[in-house]
């Protein structure tokens, strides 16, 4: 049995028209196994927004992610982070010498 993914943190194109961020975070944390989700802007242009996403729960299913998100017309540009197991680990930060 694989373990379960249970934070994603993902760099999404999402065109300026269509949804609002707060539609596709609705629509993203209705997805079973998601507990939470963090949408926040990073850029915008003149066509497109880049946004990351970042999904929490106890079970995430990427694929059901990304078919949600590509129905709601964004492109997942790239995952940034993935946890996975029966905690969430934080990212340790390394103190220079």
Do not use: W, Y
């Amino acid at each position: 049995m694989k373990a379960p993914i249970r934070r994603l943190v993902l760099d999404v194109l999402k065109p300026i028209k269509g949804l609002s961020i707060v539609e596709i975070g609705r629509e993203i944390a209705a997805l079973e196994g998601i507990e939470g989700v963090n949408v926040t802007v990073k850029e915008i242009d003149v066509d497109t927004m880049t946004l990351v996403v970042t999904i929490e729960g106890s079970d995430i299913n990427f694929e059901k992610v990304e078919e949600k998100l590509e129905s709601l017309g964004c492109v997942i540009h790239s995952i940034d982070q993935v946890v996975a197991g029966k905690k969430i680990v934080e990212e340790a930060l390394v103190r220079p010498e």
